[in-house]
C-alpha cells in the first residue's frame, strides 16, 4: 500500500519520475503477492470446483476430519 499511497502523492505533486518509480513498486509488489506475472495456479491437477466434496480427490481426508457423508 506505500507503493500505491506513493502513486497518488506523485500524480498529486505532478511528478512524472516520483509516478514511474511508484509504479515500478507497485509492480514488483503485484508479482510478488502472485497477482501479476506467471500463474502459480496450473498444478497440472484435476480442477475439482464443480465436485462436491465427497465426489472428489479429497473425500478421504474429509471423512478423516469428521464430516459426515451425505445420504
Known sequence: M????AVGAAKRAA?????KAARVKV???KVAL?????????DGAPDENRKLVHNSS???WWRE???????
Open 15 to 19: 511528478s512524472t519520475p516520483d509516478e
Open 34 to 42: 502472485g497477482e501479476r506475472g506467471p500463474v502459480w495456479w496450473d
Open 58 to 60: 479429497y473425500a478421504d
Open 2 to 5: 506505500d507503493a500505491r499511497r
Open 65 to 71: 476430519a469428521g464430516h459426515a457423508s451425505p445420504g
Open 27 to 29: 509492480h514488483a509488489a
